[in-house]
């Protein structure tokens, strides 16, 4: 069976209050590795996106679940990163006719960004499931849903189930904001009959027993995404077959080979937005490979 595709879209312009979306996919990516079927999940990231880029992720990965972290506003739009690193709004009727066009795999949405509630309803006459915010929500509020949905997601819990979940754990940290997360369906759509990892993952080793890990974080142009075998790295560009091989069962490895790729992307960023997301991930590896040696 294929594996499940979560793509992560991150945008926080340079004029916007800064966001802890290095903090969110870091809690998603930890929470699906403790899940019993973690090899059924591929995380794909892109960051400083800007509305093309979203256009152009769509149509190479084929996602099923779609993830929005960025400002929302109270005019009902999400802010993604323009071509000036400053912020581009996009409407819930573009998103509306975005996931009209490109549905392809897509079963769920979700929009992790302030009064977002509006985009997730518009998204959801066309999509079964979208999630939206139907307030402000907090850094830790949203962290601790994003990484209990897709946990539940990766036990095979449906997308109900995962939702309840997500609400639960901000709960659990003692945040009042439970109320605000929103479920949305499309017409004659049940979230408790969705499961989106079935059980032909069971036979899969668990947790405990293999070295595999779910994903590196990559930028708005390619991601690095690790597979369930932890022996090979996809660059996310299509040419998976001229890539060496490279051992990534010690943490270390993992966070070295990390690094070099967004060293690499860092040298030929050109924009100062994409630039500045890049060196924030950089800086995070880097303490990363410190503290594992």
């Known amino acids: 069976m294929n594996k499940i ?38 995380l794909i990231s892109k960051w400083a996106v800007r509305p093309d880029d979203v256009i152009q992720a769509l149509n ?20 993604l990163v323009g071509n000036d690193g400053e912020e581009k709004p996009v409407s819930a009727n573009a998103l509306r006719a975005l996931f009209s066009t490109l549905k392809d795999n897509v079963r769920v949405v979700v929009f992790n960004a ?12 066309v999509i079964d499931c979208a999630i939206g915010m ?28 995962a939702f309840d979940q997500g609400k639960l754990a901000i709960m659990f940290e003692g945040i009042a904001e439970e109320h605000v997360p929103e479920l949305l369906v499309k017409e004659n759509v049940d979230a408790s009959e969705i499961v989106l990892v079935d059980e032909s993952f069971s036979a899969q080793p668990s947790a405990a027993s293999d070295n595999r890990s779910v994903a590196i974080v990559g930028n708005a142009a390619s991601s690095v995404i690790v597979t369930g075998d932890s022996n090979v790295v996809s660059t996310g560009d299509g040419n998976d077959a001229a890539n060496p091989r490279v051992n990534l069962s010690s943490p270390a490895n993992m966070w070295a080979q990390k690094l070099a790729f967004l060293q690499e992307q ?27 040696s």
């Open 5 to 42: 595709k979560i793509l992560f879209l991150a945008a926080n312009p340079r004029s916007t209050d800064r966001l802890a979306l290095d903090d969110e996919i870091r809690a998603i990516e930890q929470k699906i590795r403790a899940a019993e079927h973690r090899d059924a999940l591929v």
């Open 60 to 79: 190479e990965h084929t996602p099923h679940v779609v993830h929005f972290s960025a400002h929302g506003s109270e005019a009902n739009e999400i802010l």
């Open 114 to 125: 302030c009064f977002a509630r509006t985009q997730a309803e518009a998204v959801a006459e």
């Open 134 to 161: 139907n307030d402000e929500i907090g850094d830790e509020a949203a962290i601790a849903f994003s990484g209990s949905f897709y946990r539940a997601l990766g036990f095979g819990r449906s997308v109900q189930e």
């Open 266 to 292: 860092e040298a030929i960023a050109s924009d100062a937005a994409q630039k500045f997301a890049i060196q924030q991930q950089i800086a995070e590896a880097q303490r990363k490979i410190a503290d594992l």
